[in-house]
């Protein structure tokens, strides 16, 4: 079947304006989770939705991120005024369940440039 | 810092030798797992080994877990130049904790 898909693949803009990305799990998937990969580092948590709970948002780096899921499939990542340092690869997964029992599935990442 | 960490960072071997990769964590897991990643994209998972086992096999990848020393190694044998990419280890912490990566190893496998 389809696995994660993310869109777009990349993204080039310029400091202060704001950018969505979209992220597509795997069909049933109830776990849905995004980070974030600068140059050379490992995978940075943002953020994560677990079926209706609310979602943890432990991981966002500030106020100008936030992320919903819309009928518990399709999500969005917003970063709102971006910056020089949000530039990197921003990575979703899902998975059947929770974390503490299942594998996740990435989506291929959107990779983030702001100019 | 929760962060697993791999060691090496970088990793250099012929094809056809076996690749060891080790993993340390700081507080006790749920489970660990361990994720390929080509060319700075998407992961792809290997195996997850749960903090009640010790030992995992699938294919040429075996991966041990020592809870005692908070320590996980991968190790890849009869490597192949396919296998060049990088490696990291994630742990699920006790609690709804979601993944938490290492920096990973990049390994390369000179054909």
């Known amino acids: 079947g389809a696995g994660v898909s993310q869109s777009p693949s990349n993204k080039v803009t310029e400091k202060g304006k704001d950018v969505e990305l979209r992220c597509d799990p795997i069909?049933?998937?109830?776990?849905l989770y995004w980070y974030r990969q600068s140059l050379g580092q490992g995978l940075e948590f943002l953020i994560y939705?677990?079926?209706?709970?609310?979602?943890?948002k432990s991981g966002l780096p500030s106020d100008r991120f936030s992320a919903e899921r819309t009928g518990g499939s399709v999500s969005t990542l917003t970063i709102q005024r971006t910056q020089q340092e949000d530039s990197a690869v921003y990575l979703c997964a899902s998975s059947q369940r929770g974390p503490h029992t299942d594998t996740q599935y990435f989506g291929p990442g959107t990779r983030l440039t702001v100019l | 810092s929760q962060q697993g960490e791999e060691d090496p960072q970088a990793l250099s071997i012929q094809e056809g030798e076996n690749a060891t990769m080790n993993c340390s964590y700081k507080?006790?897991?749920?489970?660990l797992q361990w994720y390929r990643q080509n060319s700075g994209r998407g992961l792809v998972h290997l195996i997850l080994?749960?903090?009640?086992?010790r030992e995992k096999h699938s294919g040429r990848l075996r991966v041990t877990l020592d809870t005692s020393k908070k320590s996980s190694s991968l190790l890849i044998t009869a490597s192949r130049a396919a296998d060049t990419a990088s490696y990291f280890c994630a742990t699920v912490f006790s609690g709804n904790t979601p993944l938490v990566f290492g920096k990973g190893t990049r390994l390369s496998v000179i054909a």
């Open positions: 080994i749960r903090s009640n086992e």
């Open positions: 939705f677990q079926g209706n709970s609310a979602p943890d």
């Open positions: 507080t006790s897991i749920n489970n």
């Open positions: 069909s049933g998937h109830t776990a």
